[in-house]
């Protein structure tokens, strides 16, 4: 064979393969596609609303603080010291009164002794300048507004040394006294070194006892209802009905009395009303802030 011959069956084997091999590949691509599936879209997934979310994952409502209303009453019985009976039969009702002791009286030191040692709150009932000093007078130990500082430094700190086991202050009298800032700062000053709490007696409108007091930062309130400035037994006892009524409206309201005879008999006879109105009946110092 000659070699020209030879060249072209070479060149055909060539071709033939490669057609071959291209058709085959082709082939196989053709139906490898074929069988692929089409890719699918990712599925939409709806957007919960909150108010879809399932019970355990779904948002509480914030719940913001609430004031509690506690519904308590204080009663305070001030112008302890002048005598020893009043006092005696309001020790007997059991009922949790706190007392403000007038300092320099003749049952003053006995009385705050008896009193602290049965467990009852004590205060110091300090005598001030009213604006009618002829017609109320507070007594010869009572702070006056043209006391010097120091004077009235050196009065409050004998007052609380003559009542040791008092926990805290209200003014007997005094609606010129607490109108002066000046002066009222010097006594709670005295009153704050001495770690007592203090409550506005309130004998003016025009106190500012109270706001300066929580200006420094003393635990403090001011009285709500005076239950006897009407001495009778019925009015005394209408008295407490309204203390009862703004506690369980108002949250925590000081009352302030005296050991009148009406007085000790109307909370006497409310005895069982007062422990079954509702209304807790606690010491000064719960109430103070």
């Not at 409502?61 to 004031?67: I, S």
Request: no cysteine.
């Amino acid at each position: 064979m000659s070699g020209r011959k030879k060249k072209s069956r070479f060149s055909l084997f060539i071709a033939v393969a490669a057609a071959f091999f291209i058709g085959g590949f082709v082939t196989a691509w053709l139906v490898s596609k074929s069988q692929t599936p089409s890719p699918v879209p990712p599925k939409k997934t709806a957007k919960k609303s909150e108010g879809m979310l399932p019970a355990p994952l779904a948002s509480a409502p914030r719940l913001e603080p609430q004031t509690v209303k506690r519904n308590r009453l204080a009663i305070v019985i001030d112008d302890i010291g002048l005598r020893k009976e009043p006092v005696e039969k309001l020790m007997a009702l059991g009922i949790p009164l706190t007392f403000a002791i007038m300092p320099a009286q003749p049952h003053t030191k006995d009385l705050a002794e008896t009193l602290h040692a049965a467990g009852y709150e004590l205060m110091i009932h300090l005598p001030m300048e009213p604006e009618d000093y002829q017609g109320h007078n507070p007594g010869g130990d009572a702070l006056l507004v043209s006391q010097s500082d120091e004077d009235i430094r050196d009065a409050v700190r004998r007052v609380v040394a003559e009542i040791p086991g008092a926990a805290g202050v209200n003014n007997h009298m005094g609606s010129l006294f607490t109108q002066n800032s000046r002066k009222m700062r010097v006594v709670l000053g005295e009153m704050k070194s001495a770690g007592l709490f203090f409550v506005d007696s309130l004998t003016t409108p025009k106190s500012v006892a109270l706001p300066l007091a929580r200006e420094m930062g003393i635990k403090s309130a001011a009285r709500r209802v005076f239950l006897d400035n009407e001495g009778d037994t019925a009015e005394v006892e209408k008295m407490i009905r309204l203390a009862i009524k703004l506690a369980k409206g108002k949250g925590d309201i000081i009352a302030i009395g005296h050991p009148h005879p009406g007085t000790v008999e109307a909370l006497a006879g409310m005895k069982d009303e007062l422990a079954q109105s509702g209304v807790e009946l606690v010491s000064v110092s719960a109430l103070v802030r």
